[in-house]
């Protein structure tokens, strides 16, 4: 809906800020689109032919990783950092909210995101208290995310860049 006028914006100035409630997007959808745009833009990827390129041929084109793998690794390490943690951020992790919520389906929480992506990545044994091993097992998943099929070497033909 205000994709363009983000995107104008993004353009315009230096720094955005984006403002919404939890869990609409703003800091997996939105950066995924601009991601996406980018890459499309480098590729020389023209409109007409968004439709028939996949975007995970030309990130392999270009030898990058999925923004939202990204996203996952970087939340299972902070989510051990916390965990690890004797302070106010393991407090607050936590901590038991009273009150009563609202209608529909309640949002998921940072911690029920980080279990799922455990168990996703199949981390759920890993002891996110040992550092080491935490660490190399988030490192060990990533790799094994990235090498999903799909995500492989593939023989992608874009179009060179003209000369401008």
């Known amino acids: ?48 032919d968004v439709a028939t390129t996949r975007s995970n041929e030309l990130l392999t084109l270009l030898g990058l990783e999925d923004l939202n793998l990204i996203l996952k690794e970087r939340r299972l390490r902070w989510y051990g950092h916390v965990e690890r943690s004797s302070g106010a951020i393991k407090t607050a992790l936590d901590m038991q909210v009273t009150g009563s919520r609202g209608k529909g389906r309640p949002r998921m929480t940072w911690k029920q995101v980080t279990e799922r992506d455990r168990k996703d990545w199949k981390l759920s044994t890993t002891d996110p208290h040992d550092r080491n091993t935490w660490r190399s097992g988030v490192r060990s998943a990533m790799r094994a995310a990235s090498q999903l099929p799909g995500r492989g070497s593939t023989d992608v033909d874009v179009a060179p860049v003209p000369a401008r």
């Open 1 to 48: 809906m205000y994709r363009n006028h983000i995107l104008y914006l993004a353009e315009k100035y230096q720094t955005v800020v984006i403002i919404g409630e939890t869990g609409c997007g703003k800091s997996t959808q939105i950066p995924q689109r601009n991601d996406r745009a980018m890459i499309r833009q480098i590729c020389n990827v023209k409109p007409e």
